[in-house]
């Protein structure tokens, strides 16, 4: 079994301030972790991923995700925020059940940038 | 083809009516998903299809729904007799599948479903 929890639904910031969402997972086995980016009327784009190697994980546009075992977290960190992050951010949850792999999507949560 | 196509991207129709929405995943993708979204919510996970292995359907949320994958690529996802409570953007996925597969997906635009 396998779950996702997204701690804020939504985040505020202004430009040029860092940007934290957080995430905290739990699977029966090894997972894989994900962070998506869904813009307005877009779908969605992977960020980053963790499988198994460098904890500190880089992704695009500036992003950055720690995975944490002994917390179960993968918190997702910029150091300064653009007003074209402002998006819908999803952490996802992959881990091989039986040959299966069906990721789990946590709720979502809303980054909003102020100018 | 270069990424996921989903057809068609906006699908209104009346209550009652059946639709289809028509995925095609990424060549050489083995495995494909379909997930739904609705408004201000995550992603609800609906069925699973890994090569030539019995689908996962344990997310269709009832017996109007079904889908199908032909030849190991394209696949339709088919809604009978439609409820409002369906409308709803639905996403569709493919991932490289098999040993390799470290549940990264690739989606679709999406197509979004309005029932009247």
């Known amino acids: 079994a396998q779950s996702v929890t997204q701690l804020d639904s939504h985040v505020s910031v202004s430009e040029g301030t860092p940007v934290l969402l957080r995430c905290n997972y739990s699977?029966?086995?090894?997972?894989?972790l994900f962070w998506y980016v869904q813009h307005p009327n877009k779908g969605l784009q992977l960020l980053l991923k963790?499988?198994?190697?460098?904890?500190l994980v880089k992704g695009i546009n500036g992003f950055e995700a720690e995975f944490k075992k002994s917390e179960t977290s993968f918190h997702l960190t910029k150091p300064s925020a653009h007003m074209s992050d402002a998006a819908e951010y999803f952490c996802?949850?992959?881990?091989?059940?039986?040959?299966?792999?069906?990721?789990?999507f946590g709720r979502g949560t809303s980054l909003i940038v102020h100018p | 083809g270069a990424g996921v196509s989903q057809s068609p991207s906006n699908k209104v129709t009346e209550k009652g009516k059946d639709v289809e929405l028509r995925c095609d995943p990424i060549?050489?993708?083995?495995?494909l998903y379909w997930y739904r979204q609705s408004l201000g919510q995550g992603l609800e996970f609906l069925i699973y299809?890994?090569?030539?292995?019995?689908?996962?359907k344990s997310g269709l949320p009832s017996d109007r729904f079904s889908a199908e994958r032909t030849g190991g690529s394209v696949s339709t996802l088919t809604i009978q007799r439609t409820q409002q409570e369906d409308s709803a953007v639905y996403l569709c996925?493919?991932?490289?599948?098999?040993?390799?597969?470290?549940?990264?997906?690739?989606f679709g635009e999406g197509s979004r479903l309005t029932v009247l």
């Open positions: 963790y499988t198994s190697a460098a904890t």
């Open positions: 996802v949850v992959s881990a091989a059940s039986g040959g299966s792999y069906i990721p789990t």
């Open positions: 299809f890994q090569g030539n292995s019995a689908p996962d």
């Open positions: 060549s050489g993708h083995t495995a």
């Open positions: 996925a493919s991932s490289l599948g098999g040993r390799t597969n470290t549940g990264e997906l690739f």
């Open positions: 699977s029966s086995y090894s997972p894989s």
